[in-house]
């Protein structure tokens, strides 16, 4: 057990963000996945990726208030980890590998759509790179720095708020071409 936590209680602080809850489940369960990993051929460094990868699900899962755990953290941690890994290989190799017997693929969906937002990520970061300045600055400072339309018109210098809306609007239609753009190539 996890001290006066439940299972329930620390997967909601885990989707609150909190420090604690997120070193109370890396290190009760880090080891476990690490010695899998490595006696299934991969190092350590190969682990703390792909337990990284496997928390970063775990905590995008459970910021989904739908979300509802039907195993204990570490069931899941292991199986997505055991996933990516298995995953891993087969990237690794030209011959496709046969999976162990042992494997059920739980939790894959999870982790196919956690490759499918990384990869619209890197998308989306292609699109940004392309659109070049000011609109990447001023995208950014509205969505990633969450500045109101006044202090957008003051760092960038736009007469007022409504210009730099109208601005702000060119740029993401700019974004969107480019991001499509990227869709369509692949």
Not at 36 to 53: C, F, L, M, R, T
Not at 74 to 87: C, D, E, I, P, Q
Not at 99 to 121: I, N, Q, S
Not at 140 to 147: L, V
């Amino acid at each position: 057990m996890y001290g006066s936590n439940t299972e329930q209680e620390l997967l909601m602080e885990l989707a609150a963000g909190k420090r604690s809850a997120t070193e109370q489940v890396y290190s009760q369960h880090y080891p476990i996945v690490t010695k899998w990993i490595q006696k299934n051929g991969g190092s350590e460094p190969d682990a703390a990726d792909i337990y990284q990868e496997a928390m970063v699900i775990l905590f995008e899962k459970a910021q989904n208030e739908e979300f509802r755990l039907s195993c204990r953290i570490g069931t899941y941690l292991f199986a997505v980890s055991k996933n990516l890994w298995f995953k891993k290989l087969q990237k690794l190799q030209k011959d496709p590998i046969n999976l162990p017997d042992t494997w059920d693929g739980a939790y894959e969906d999870d982790v196919k759509a956690h490759h499918e937002r990384e990869t619209h990520f890197g998308q989306l970061n292609e699109a940004l790179d392309k659109i070049g300045e000011p609109c990447r600055s001023l995208l950014k400072a509205f969505y990633q720095h969450d500045k109101s339309m006044q202090e957008i018109a003051a760092d960038f210098g736009y007469t007022n708020p409504d210009n730099a809306k109208t601005q702000k609007y060119k740029c993401l239609t700019r974004l969107r071409k480019l991001f499509y753009g990227v869709q369509a190539k692949i």
